[in-house]
Every structure is written in structure tokens, then in C-alpha cells.
């Protein structure tokens, strides 16, 4: 079985924190991504990664980074937390043009 | 108008009813198409793939029309277990790596 872990389920950060998520899979997935899902609004792509070093912007970029520098691992990185972005953050990893699968997500909230 | 569009329900049906939610997505040139589920505050997770011929699993069939660009999602002598939220999803040819999310269509079986 395809395992996708996020390194937690619950975040409590405060407003200007720098905060690391990451994403771990087993099943050597050239492609990563990271979404966050909101009420009303779905998943939205944040940011996704198709191959080692190699990276690309969603639809909403703004106020996140990301990092990968091995197969396995992908980061998202909020470089200075803000209440809109408190949410949840589903990352997900795939063979090219096959279906995702998903980490258990990450409750964050800023305070 | 969005790329891919849902009707978010929530559809509610007895239990053993037939319940059908179609998904409209506006690139034509979109090539692969899955269905999801999700369990409130819990991860998506992959229903089924669907392909151009169609396809069946046990109570669930999934339809493509690429004429209308649509898919489809029929749910057959539906069970309390069911209920759930259903993302369609699509590839988007803009960039063969980017999945569009729809933002889900809630279902209730009640007893």
C-alpha cells in the first residue's frame, strides 16, 4: 500500500511564525503537491513538484514556499504565518498520470 | 467559469435508492478523470479511475462524455456508508502534472 504521511495532523502556530509542513511517501512518486482545503472553496494547489529539485506554482502561491531535495520528501514552508492561512493541508504524491494519494492532512491554525 | 464544476448538494436519499452526480469540466483536451471520497475531516481518497469506455465497481459506475465534457458518478442501492463527499477530478492538459479539483458534492443516506 502507498504510504503518505505529514509529519502532523494538528498545528497551533502564532502569527509571523516561520512553520514547516512536511510529506513523506514510500513509493518513489516523481510527483508531489501540496494543497490546502477550505470550506465552500475545495482544494486548491499550492504548490507541486514533479521530479527532485524540481518545483511549480499552483493557483495560490502566495505566502508559501516549498523544498525538495529528495524523491521522498516534499516541505511546504509559510515563511510568516498569517490568520488566512490557518486551514487544512493535504499533500499528495503520484506516478506521472496516475491517481494521487493523500496524506491523513495537517489542521493548521495561526493565532 | 470554473474549470471544473459540481454541484455541491447535498443530495438526500433514502437508503437503496439510485443517486447519480454528474461533473462538468471545461477543457477539452483534459485527459485522465477519477472520482474521490471524503470522509468529513479525513483525506480524499480514490473511488475509481474513469475511463472512455466507462467503468463499473460493484455498486459504482463511472461515465465519461467528452462530447459534453462530463463525467458521471452513479451510485447503485445506496448504503448509510456511503454518505460522504465526492471530488471529481481532472487532469488538466495545460500542464500534464496538475490535477483540477472539484470542490465536492455531499451525499446523505438516510435510514
Known amino acids: 500500500d502507498v504510504k503518505v504521511t505529514q509529519s502532523s495532523r494538528y498545528l497551533v502556530k502564532r502569527t509571523g511564525e516561520k512553520v514547516f509542513l512536511e510529506c513523506v511517501q514510500d513509493?518513489?512518486?516523481?510527483?508531489m503537491f501540496w494543497y490546502r482545503q477550505d470550506p465552500g472553496l475545495g482544494l486548491r494547489l499550492i504548490y507541486f513538484s514533479y521530479d527532485v529539485k524540481m518545483k511549480e506554482k499552483g493557483d495560490i502561491p502566495e505566502g508559501y514556499s516549498v523544498s525538495r531535495e529528495k524523491k521522498e520528501r516534499f516541505s511546504l514552508i509559510l515563511e510568516s504565518a498569517s490568520t488566512n492561512q490557518t486551514s487544512m493541508y493535504l499533500c499528495?504524491?503520484?506516478?506521472?498520470?496516475?491517481?494521487?494519494?493523500f496524506g491523513q492532512g495537517t489542521r493548521l491554525t495561526v493565532v | 467559469r470554473k474549470e471544473v464544476e459540481q454541484d455541491p448538494g447535498p443530495f438526500n436519499v433514502p437508503e437503496g435508492a439510485t443517486v447519480a452526480f454528474n461533473c462538468t469540466y471545461s477543457?477539452?483536451?483534459?485527459?485522465?478523470f477519477f472520482w474521490y471520497r471524503q470522509d468529513c475531516r479525513k483525506e480524499p481518497k480514490l473511488l475509481m479511475s474513469v475511463y472512455s469506455s466507462g467503468n463499473e465497481d460493484g455498486r459504482f459506475t463511472a461515465q465519461l462524455n467528452r462530447a459534453s465534457q462530463y463525467i458521471s458518478l452513479l451510485i447503485r442501492d445506496s448504503k448509510l456508508s456511503d454518505s460522504a463527499t465526492y471530488l471529481c477530478v481532472v487532469n488538466s492538459a495545460r500542464g500534464t502534472y496538475k490535477y483540477i479539483f472539484g470542490t465536492g458534492t455531499r451525499l446523505k443516506v438516510l435510514a
Open positions: 499528495a504524491s503520484r506516478k506521472l498520470n496516475t491517481e494521487a494519494f
Open positions: 477543457n477539452s483536451a483534459s485527459q485522465s
Open positions: 513509493m518513489d512518486h516523481e510527483n
